[in-house]
């Protein structure tokens, strides 16, 4: 069964690092890419970036470049999202989810069970 | 980037009643490359539809999409309270992937 297992909630003060983790079983980890995927509270789905593990080919959306870091380390097929500092406006659930194909772009299945991240003074 | 618009925001029908999501894309979504998702209340989302109307995976089949270009259609035949979730459709005919908005179903 392909399962896609996300670090646990997160609290943090503005300023601070973080860097949560999705882990990938089931299936070839290098040959798949997983993306990464905001919900401020309230709202939607917003697509973040997107990696290949087998050659860390990594994208970001637009509105999302610069302000994280998408990773991965295949020896424990594990994809990583993190940021430098947060902020305030970072507080949303975060979920990672796996393209069917080596293609990109691509529909998601399945999708990992979301790490809440609050950031808050 | 591809705008995707869903209409409307929420939906409150009975249970048996049929249910049409409207998802219109700002371009012609390439090959028809488009998905629909249902998220349930605290809930990850769960593919429902790719290829605009290939069901995924153990999705009963009072779900259904249609549509091509710009327009597409995800129709649940005979809603059930278990179909209470937020709609989402998204592209990915082009870089980068985009979402719709939403539709929330209501049972009443």
Redesign the interface.
Known sequence: EVQLVQSGAEVKKPGESLKISCKASGYSFTNYWI?WVRQMPGK????MG?IYPGDSDT?Y??SFQGQVTISVDKSITTAYLQWSSLKASDTAMY?C?RL?SGR???????????ALVTVSS | EIVLTQSPGTLSLSPGERATLSCRASQSVTSNYLAWYQQKPGQAPRLLIFGASSRASGIPDRFSGSGSGTDFTLTISRLEPEDTAVYYCQQYGSSPLTFGGGTKVEIK
């Open positions: 993306a939607g789905l917003e697509w997107i994208r959306s637009p979920y989810a069917p990109y772009p691509n529909w998601l299945d399945p999708w990992g069970q979301g």
